[in-house]
C-alpha cells in the first residue's frame, strides 16, 4: 500500500469510507467482510461521519476495527449534520454541538481518540472563531489529533487555516467531491491547499459508481446497484444518471483496456494521480470491489491515456468552483 502525507500523518492512498454503505445499503455482515477485506489489503485509513445511517455508520465500523491494535489505524470522522434529532442545537459547528459529538462518535467507534476530525461542511450561523477554538479543544483533550474539513471553498480554508495556526492546533486536510465528472476544487481549492499544506481526502471518486460504466444509457439499472437503492443511494446518483453522461463514460471503455484497467481503477487512478490529493475514499458494499479498487492505487496513467479521458468526456466534467458550497440554512 501506498502511503501519503496529512501533515505529518501517514495515510493509505486508498481510505476505505462507509458512507451509503454500513448501517443502510448493505447488511451489517457483508460490511465487517468489505472492512476485514480492506484491512487485508492493506488500507489502514477509514473515514466515516456520525451522521451517516443516522449513527449506524460510525457503530458498525467501530465493531469492524474492534481487536485491531489502535496504533496500526487512522480512523476519521466529522461533525456538523443532525443525526435525527429535532433540537437547534443538534446541528452546525456551534461549541455544543462539536463537544457533544466528538464524545458519541468516540462511544460509537469504540476508542479514546480519532486521528482526524473534520468539520462536515462550513457553519454560517456560528462565529469561526467559535467552531475553530471548540476543535481547539478537542485536541488538547486528547480527542482528536488533527482537524479536517469538508466542501470549503478556498476562503473558508484560509480563514479556518489562519485561526488554527493562532491556536496551534493542526488542520491538515480538506475532504472535496472529485472525480472525472467533478472537477470543481481544481481551480481554487487545490492551489490554496497546497499553499497551506493542507491534502485532499476526495470522495466519491468513481462518480457514486457512474464512472464503472455499469449503468448504460437506455437500460435498466442493475438490480441491487445504489441507482436502485432507496435507502439514499439513488437520489445521491440521480444526477449522473442522464444519456448524455452514461454514452460519454461508454468512450472510457477502450481508454481503460487500452491501460490494462477496470473503469473502476481508471477512475481511481486518475484522482491519484491529480496534484494535491492524498487519498481516494472508496466504499464497497462486497469485499471483491475492495480488491479491485485497491489496485489503482500506485498506477501512472501516461499523458496519452490522460489525453484520451479529456476527449471521451469532453465538456461535460463539472468545473465551476462556485459549486463548492454548503447549506445556507440550518434544516431541522
Request: contains cysteine.
Amino acid at each position: 500500500m501506498e502511503y501519503r502525507n496529512l501533515g505529518g500523518l501517514k495515510i493509505s492512498a486508498i481510505t476505505y469510507g462507509n458512507w451509503l454503505t454500513h448501517g443502510s445499503q448493505v447488511e451489517e455482515d457483508a460490511a465487517l467482510a468489505c472492512v476485514r477485506q480492506a484491512l487485508d489489503e492493506g488500507i489502514t485509513t477509514f473515514d466515516t461521519a456520525d451522521t451517516y445511517a443516522d449513527t449506524a455508520a460510525e457503530s458498525v465500523l467501530g465493531k469492524a476495527l474492534m481487536g485491531e491494535r489502535r496504533e496500526g489505524l487512522e480512523i476519521f470522522t466529522k461533525v456538523y449534520f443532525p443525526m435525527g434529532q429535532p433540537g437547534p442545537n443538534d446541528h452546525g459547528l456551534s461549541r455544543k454541538h462539536i463537544l457533544e459529538s466528538i464524545d458519541g462518535s468516540l462511544r460509537r467507534l469504540g476508542t479514546d481518540y480519532v486521528d482526524l476530525y473534520q468539520a462536515h461542511r462550513y457553519d454560517y450561523d456560528t462565529p469561526l472563531e467559535e467552531t475553530m477554538e471548540a476543535f481547539a479543544d478537542v485536541v488538547r483533550s486528547g480527542k482528536a489529533l488533527y482537524i479536517g474539513v469538508s466542501e470549503w471553498t478556498a476562503d473558508e480554508i484560509r480563514r479556518g487555516h489562519a485561526l488554527a495556526r493562532e491556536l496551534h492546533i493542526p488542520l491538515v486536510s480538506n475532504q472535496p467531491q472529485y472525480s472525472m465528472l467533478w472537477r470543481v476544487i481544481e481551480a481554487e481549492v487545490v492551489p490554496t491547499s497546497q499553499e497551506l499544506g493542507i491534502g485532499q481526502i476526495v470522495w466519491s471518486p468513481i462518480g457514486q459508481g457512474v464512472l464503472t460504466g455499469k449503468y448504460k444509457p437506455g437500460q435498466d439499472w442493475p438490480a441491487g446497484s445504489r441507482a436502485t437503492d432507496e435507502k439514499g443511494g439513488a437520489d445521491m446518483i440521480s444526477r449522473w444518471l442522464e444519456d448524455d453522461v452514461l454514452t460519454a463514460v461508454q468512450r472510457l471503455v477502450p481508454v481503460a483496456e487500452e491501460a490494462g484497467l477496470s473503469m473502476a481503477q481508471l477512475a481511481v487512478a486518475w484522482v491519484l494521480q491529480n496534484p494535491g490529493v492524498s487519498a481516494a475514499i472508496i466504499g464497497a458494499s462486497r469485499p471483491e470491489q475492495v480488491t479491485e479498487n485497491v489496485k489503482a492505487q500506485g498506477v501512472k496513467l501516461d499523458d496519452a491515456t490522460l489525453k484520451a479521458i479529456d476527449e471521451a468526456l469532453g465538456d461535460l466534467p463539472e468545473t465551476d468552483p462556485a459549486k463548492t458550497r454548503s447549506p445556507r440554512r440550518r434544516s431541522f
